[in-house]
């Protein structure tokens, strides 16, 4: 298989140690160069010793010129990080997945209302594609810039597609109730993350409106091609990965079968698992894999179709997708290096 060239801007956070993971078992992967400003000249396996024997590289502070052979980039950085990367890596054709929310909204002052700054290179919003391929995998194929979709985007629009697109809930009162792991903040030290204030503990955060809630909406709208309102309110769970997603929405008709809409509309995704009618799934089920698991209720006495959507926001909610993306642009087989289950216990 013809090796691909691959650097990645930001190797020291979550979702760039799973992005190696993943990669050192993916046959075409070839890990040219890697980025850390605060760990420059330190091997990534001193770092991250899970790596010892896959990565013979060390971390290098980030510069333009670095990514000159490679084939694609990642950047697994904070809000505003790649934006300042996207021009000089698109004007030399090189292709740029990126982790972050700089490519995801199409409306660039809805971009810079919620996310506090001015777009550094507004005129590339439009060539950007949202990379969940279950709903955009023609776009992604030709794609040279990437948004990879957010960890609970990527698990509410996964769960409300198959309603949407056969048109059969009312759209002015969604309510997506999410629950994330403490691995959704990054690495960086924060004090409510302290392990002694998160576990033992559930609370809700951003309830007023989290920065997800303009990507979703654009993503659920694209699915309609109508407005739509959505609440979503986020919960920290005390636990490292997953994300759990119970999506609420009225019926417009009670003479549905949601199982078999559910199970034709998911048959072919390799990512997408649509369990067995009365399922709980769990997020543990998915830990450390790319797969999003569904379970769909229709709740006849309140005609309310309720979704249960898992997935673990590091794979199928930020690394595993970017390589599906990765996959699908440099046409190899979508599966490819992400056909692993999950971690049990
Ligand atoms: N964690 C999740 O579950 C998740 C899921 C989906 C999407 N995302 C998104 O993915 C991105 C990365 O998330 P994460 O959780 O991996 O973050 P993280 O743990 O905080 O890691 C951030 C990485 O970016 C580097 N970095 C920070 N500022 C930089 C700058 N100005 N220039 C270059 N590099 C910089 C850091 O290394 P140095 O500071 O040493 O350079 C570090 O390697 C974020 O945009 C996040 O919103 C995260």
Redesign the pocket.
């Known amino acids: 298989m013809k090796k691909i060239n691959i650097g990645i801007?930001?190797?020291?956070?979550?979702?760039?140690v799973e992005l190696l993971r993943l990669l050192a078992a993916h046959p075409a992967a070839n890990v040219v160069c890697i980025?850390?400003?605060?760990?420059d000249g330190r091997l990534v396996s001193d770092l991250y010793p899970s790596l010892r024997g896959h990565y013979d590289l060390a971390y290098q502070t980030?510069a333009p010129t670095l990514f000159d052979d490679c084939d694609v980039v990642f950047a697994?950085?904070?809000?505003g990080?790649a934006m300042k990367y996207a021009e000089s890596l698109y004007e030399k054709g090189i292709k740029l997945i990126d982790?972050?929310?700089d490519f995801r909204i199409n409306d660039e002052a809805i971009w810079s209302k919620w996310y506090g700054m001015e777009h550094a290179c507004p005129h590339l919003l439009a060539q950007a594609v949202y990379g969940l391929p279950e709903f955009n995998r023609e776009q992604i194929r030709g794609a040279t810039l990437v948004a990879n979709p957010?960890?609970y985007p990527t698990a509410v629009q996964l769960g409300y597609m198959p309603l949407l697109k056969n048109d059969l809930i009312e759209t002015d009162s969604l309510i997506a109730d999410c629950k994330s792991g403490a691995?959704?903040?990054?690495?960086?030290a924060s004090t409510g993350l302290l392990y002694s204030e998160i576990s033992e503990s559930v609370k809700a955060y951003a309830a007023a409106g989290h920065r997800h809630l303009p990507e979703i909406r654009q993503g659920l709208q694209e699915m309609t091609g109508e407005p739509l309102n959505l609440v979503f309110v986020p919960h920290l769970m005390p636990m490292i990965r997953g994300i759990h997603a119970t999506l609420y929405a009225k019926l417009k008709r009670s003479d549905v079968d949601l199982q078999a809409i559910f199970e034709k509309a998911y048959a072919d995704e390799p990512f997408v698992d649509v369990m067995p009618a009365g399922s709980h799934p769990d997020t543990r089920s998915v830990r450390g894999t790319n797969m999003c698991r569904i379970a769909v209720y229709h709740l006849k006495e309140a005609n309310q179709a309720l979704v249960l959507s898992v997935e673990d926001?590091?794979v199928k909610?930020?690394a595993g997708q970017a390589i599906q993306n990765m996959n699908i642009m440099m046409g190899l087989e979508e599966t490819t290096g992400l056909n692993l289950p999950a971690l049990v216990p």
């Open positions: 801007i930001g190797g020291t956070g979550y979702t760039g980025t850390s400003r605060s760990e980030p697994a950085t904070p809000n990080v982790f972050s929310a957010g960890c691995s959704g903040a990054g690495r960086n926001n590091v909610g930020a």
